[in-house]
């Protein structure tokens, strides 16, 4: 591109919309699909020459071959149900073509996929048939690790998919579940699956996913969080902007209030859409609980996030350029605390923050045995030698140890990581500007919000667009009489959740 | 731009517009022309407002919710207009600068004496960058949080329950005034910010109920006006009030918590948000009046040229003084804007109307 045309798209309104992407026409496309290369026995065995782990059985008398990778299919099932009738009919191709758990593939890219996937060809008479007899490896059901609440079901997601989507039909079961496979990755293929519950759930916001799933070119794919970035409204954005999660019983509570809900295949967490910002906040114990200890429970929340980003920022902005905000009988303690430190407020803020982190990343690598061990040298060394060695105040220690703890009240680990991260940035303003560099930095946080959305729609709702309705399942846990609406944010077809007159 | 404003956003981005660090200072202006009871002369400037955007409201219905912009340039030439533009823009984009220069300025003055007040000018112009790129529809949702977290603030007043006297209030009603004319068309300043609903036409639908909402905001500023101008003279008296330069910030100032005190330092901070969406919105507004003349460069690229013409311009004035001088001219041009603009739209309404029937 010339310089005089990259000035002009920098400064010229564009006026060739070039939304819509080149397709193909649609004759063009179908050929694509039905056509290929013919499936021949000989070019499925060069797809897979130099894979010690294929396996090619032949059956001269009866003129079968059955291909398959042992460790992906249920060999035991194979030799026991499905190869005899074959070997024992007199034409297995009558068999083959009668019975639909067979499948008959032309293509031969078709039939690649199959095999990869952990079904077993067998050709017979120059014809190829696939039949699934996989057999999914994969841990047990287990406890949520990251999401551990105390009251209510204890499962949670593992790296099956089929595992994963028998979680949720047990949770939701109705016939209008609906599960739509995709695949994702040039390379890896892996299967992704977009739930919802029809007739609740909003076609336009099903679209939106399964469009932008498809849109998708990348070699692989390996988590739900790898894939969510991949379709994000705003990939530069700090904030996750589809909720993720590994428990089933959330899962199946966003499908019923209307929400999309994706799985990937090798990946325990599945993602929600649209979300709001405030919905992070929530954890499905809040639900629970009593109503009145779930709200005081958000309420909580809400004050450690104010906690988490403001107070440390507050200590630096304070103590740095503010020193008549502090009362006098307080001002004598802090004072004292401070005298012997020898650096600046934002140094020593930004020394103990960063030791807060380094232990929090360390403990979070670690085996739980040592990482006990980290946890008791960090307290000690944070708690008793930083102060008594004059490195840092103590006031200092009880802001940042509250931050600390306040981050891990927020539910979602990808929120509160974001949080602290951003706590970095006040600390910094706060050093350099005071309550004005605090006040600018939340303003920022403020304006990146506004302008974010999830799936297109706003990701402030329900306060920007103010929905008053919503407030009562948000920033509050009403009884379930008083929640008779589904969210306005999913735009559900079907409106009213609740009946009862209790 | 897709999604059209709603009506409680409007309502509030109103408020925050007609909000600024004029909150500070309105009870000195009250208490310095009007003498006793000096609050009370909130009322009849709002009635005067609100009839003001009644007239804009004809506007709206006999446009049929057109631009503004839409109506002038069926009549009048675009080389007339253009010049036009540039002034409104001009005035806008200056009126935008020097309140956040004002608002930088209070803040240095107590609270970072020996620092550059431009350093702090360049980060509000920079934030108010990244807000305008991001459409109206956006600003209003940002003004919406905006006012969540500054709103609260209003509940301080409960503090002075107990220092409340009627006595302060004395019996008598604007004795010991002074130059009435002149500090009525100050007072009337501090309702500025309504007039930019004019522009907010073709960001509306018939959903919006625009007109309800600009009333709606005007009066819950207004209310709160008369609130704080209440209690000022209530608490601290209006021969006091006379003396002080922000006495806002002074009441603020009076307030005590158990682990903080002296909290207008902080709090002053948070009305950083109401600031900046008043000079996000003037900017805004200029914006929308460049446009028309230059509508083949990019919007952000004229935003972008406005604000940096603005900074530029915010560099000449260095004390409050002349800050205020130059806001008060402005502030007259605005007045006259606000009051001839609809007159001369309506004008223009009806002829056109009658054009088409003939």
């Given at each position: 591109m010339g310089i005089k045309q990259k000035l002009q798209s920098i400064f010229l309104v564009n006026d060739e919309q070039s939304d819509t992407p080149p397709t193909l026409p649609d004759n063009q496309q179908e050929a694509n699909l039905t056509g290929g290369e013919p499936v021949t026995l000989q070019h499925i065995l060069d797809q897979f020459d130099d894979s010690a782990d294929f396996i090619h059985k032949t059956y001269q008398s009866e003129h079968l071959d059955v291909l398959y990778f042992s460790h992906l299919v249920n060999e035991d099932r194979l030799e026991r149900d499905v190869l005899p009738p074959l070997l024992n009919a007199e034409s297995p191709v009558d068999i083959l073509s009668e019975q639909s758990k067979y499948v008959r593939v032309t293509n031969a890219k078709k039939c690649v996929e199959g095999i990869l996937s952990g079904m077993a060809a067998i050709f017979c008479q120059e014809q190829a048939?696939?039949?699934?007899?996989?057999?999914?490896?994969?841990?047990?059901?287990?406890?949520?690790?990251?999401?551990?609440?105390?009251?209510?079901?204890?499962?949670?997601?593992?790296?099956?998919?089929?595992?994963?989507?028998?979680?949720?039909?047990?949770?939701?079961?109705?016939?209008?579940?609906?599960?739509?496979?995709?695949?994702?990755?040039?390379?890896?293929?892996?299967?992704?699956?977009?739930?919802?519950?029809?007739?609740?759930?909003?076609?336009?916001?099903?679209?939106?996913?399964?469009?932008?799933?498809?849109?998708?070119?990348?070699?692989?794919?390996?988590d739900t969080n790898m894939l969510i970035q991949c379709i994000d409204d705003d990939p530069y954005s700090i904030f996750a902007q589809f909720l993720t999660t590994e428990r089933p019983d959330t899962i199946a509570s966003k499908l019923v209030s209307g929400r999309i809900v994706g799985i990937m295949d090798g990946s325990p967490t599945a993602f929600s859409a649209p979300v709001n910002f405030f919905e992070f906040f929530s954890s499905s114990d809040d639900y629970y609980q009593r109503w009145s200890i779930g709200t005081a429970t958000l309420f909580l929340r809400f004050a450690a996030l104010i906690i988490t980003v403001t107070l440390t920022a507050l200590y630096v902005a304070v103590t740095s350029f503010h020193y008549e905000m502090v009362p006098q009988n307080l001002l004598l303690t802090l004072t004292e605390s401070r005298s012997k430190v020898p650096f600046p407020p934002i140094i020593e803020a930004l020394l103990m923050e960063m030791t807060i982190e380094l232990l929090r990343e360390a403990g979070a690598r670690l085996p739980t045995k040592i990482g006990q061990t980290i946890g008791i040298v960090?307290?000690?060394?944070?708690?008793?030698?930083?102060?008594?060695?004059?490195?840092?105040?103590?006031?200092?220690?009880?802001?940042?140890?509250?931050?600390?703890?306040?981050?891990?009240?927020?539910?979602?680990?990808?929120?509160?990581?974001?949080?602290?991260?951003?706590?970095?940035?006040?600390?910094?303003?706060?050093?350099?500007?005071?309550?004005?560099?605090?006040?600018?930095?939340?303003?920022?946080?403020?304006?990146?919000?506004?302008?974010?959305?999830?799936?297109?729609?706003?990701?402030?709702?329900?306060?920007?667009?103010?929905?008053?309705?919503?407030?009562?399942?948000?920033?509050?846990?009403?009884?379930?009489?008083?929640?008779?609406?589904?969210?306005?944010?999913?735009?559900?077809?079907?409106?009213?959740?609740?009946?009862?007159?209790? | 731009m897709n999604e059209k404003l709603s009506q409680f956003h409007t309502a509030i981005l109103i408020y925050m517009i007609q909000t600024g660090v004029y909150v500070f200072s309105f009870t000195q202006i009250e208490a310095k022309y009007f003498g006793t009871n000096g609050w009370l002369v909130m009322i009849p400037v709002s009635i005067l407002v609100s009839l003001n955007i009644y007239e804009m409201y004809w506007v709206y219905r006999l446009g049929n919710g057109q631009s503004i912009f839409d109506i002038l340039e069926k009549s009048i030439p675009k080389f007339i207009l253009a010049p036009f533009y540039m002034i409104l823009s001009t005035i806008w984009a200056l009126i935008g600068c020097l309140v956040a220069k004002q608002y930088?300025?209070?803040?240095?003055?107590?609270?970072?004496?020996?620092?550059?007040?431009?350093?702090?000018?360049?980060?509000?112009?920079?934030?108010?960058?990244?807000?305008?790129?991001?459409?109206?529809?956006?600003?209003?949702?940002?003004?919406?949080?905006?006012?969540?977290?500054?709103?609260?603030?209003?509940?301080?007043?409960?503090?002075?329950?107990?220092?409340?006297?009627?006595?302060?209030?004395?019996?008598?009603?604007?004795?010991?005034?002074?130059?009435?004319?002149?500090?009525?068309?100050?007072?009337?300043?501090?309702?500025?910010?309504?007039?930019?609903?004019?522009?907010?036409?073709?960001?509306?639908?018939?959903?919006?109920?625009?007109?309800?909402?600009?009333?709606?905001?005007?009066?819950?500023?207004?209310?709160s006006y008369i609130i704080l101008g209440l209690v000022s003279f209530g608490v601290v008296g209006y021969d006091m009030l006379k003396v002080m330069m922000f006495p806002s910030l002074d009441l603020l100032a009076y307030i005590k918590l158990p682990f903080m005190e002296r909290i207008e330092n902080l709090f002053y901070g948070f009305f950083l948000f109401t600031t900046l969406i008043t000079l996000v919105l003037y900017f805004w507004a200029a914006g929308e009046s460049t446009r028309r003349i230059f509508p083949k460069i990019k919007l952000n690229v004229q935003y972008f040229v406005i604000i940096l013409a603005a900074l530029l311009i915010s560099y000449i004035p260095t004390v409050l003084d002349t800050i205020r001088e130059w806001i008060l001219i402005l502030g007259y041009f605005q007045i006259g804007f606000s009051y001839i603009m609809p007159l001369i739209l309506i004008l223009l309404l009806l002829w056109q109307r009658r054009k088409k029937a003939v």
């Open positions: 048939y696939l039949i699934d007899v996989i057999f999914p490896v994969s841990r047990t059901v287990a406890e949520s690790e990251t999401e551990s609440i105390i009251v209510g079901p204890h499962e949670a997601f593992t790296e099956q998919a089929y595992t994963n989507l028998s979680l949720i039909r047990k949770r939701v079961q109705s016939s209008h579940l609906k599960v739509i496979q995709l695949s994702v990755g040039e390379v890896t293929k892996t299967s992704v699956y977009i739930l919802y519950v029809e007739d609740i759930a909003n076609e336009k916001y099903i679209k939106e996913v399964i469009n932008r799933i498809k849109n998708i070119e990348i070699d692989a794919v390996h960090g307290g000690i060394v944070i708690g008793q030698a930083a102060v008594q060695a004059g490195l840092t105040s103590n006031i200092l220690i009880i802001s940042v140890a509250s931050s600390a703890i306040a981050s891990f009240v927020i539910p979602n680990y990808v929120m509160s990581a974001a949080f602290r991260l951003f706590r970095f940035g006040l600390i910094i303003m706060a050093g350099l500007w005071g309550n004005l560099g605090l006040a600018m930095g939340l303003a920022y946080i403020v304006i990146h919000l506004s302008g974010l959305t999830s799936l297109g729609s706003s990701y402030l709702t329900p306060v920007a667009p103010f929905e008053p309705y919503d407030w009562k399942d948000v920033f509050l846990r009403l009884p379930f009489s008083k929640l008779v609406k589904r969210p306005t944010q999913v735009k559900a077809n079907n409106k009213v959740k609740l009946k009862m007159k209790r | 930088v300025l209070i803040f240095q003055m107590f609270a970072f004496p020996t620092t550059n007040p431009m350093v702090f000018k360049i980060a509000i112009d920079i934030l108010a960058f990244i807000l305008l790129t991001k459409g109206l529809y956006n600003i209003s949702k940002a003004s919406t949080i905006f006012f969540w977290c500054t709103i609260w603030l209003s509940f301080l007043l409960l503090y002075f329950v107990g220092d409340f006297r009627t006595e302060r209030l004395t019996p008598y009603i604007f004795k010991e005034s002074y130059n009435m004319t002149e500090g009525f068309f100050q007072i009337y300043l501090a309702y500025m910010g309504y007039e930019l609903c004019l522009l907010l036409f073709p960001y509306t639908d018939k959903k919006t109920r625009l007109f309800r909402a600009v009333i709606h905001g005007h009066l819950l500023r207004s209310v």
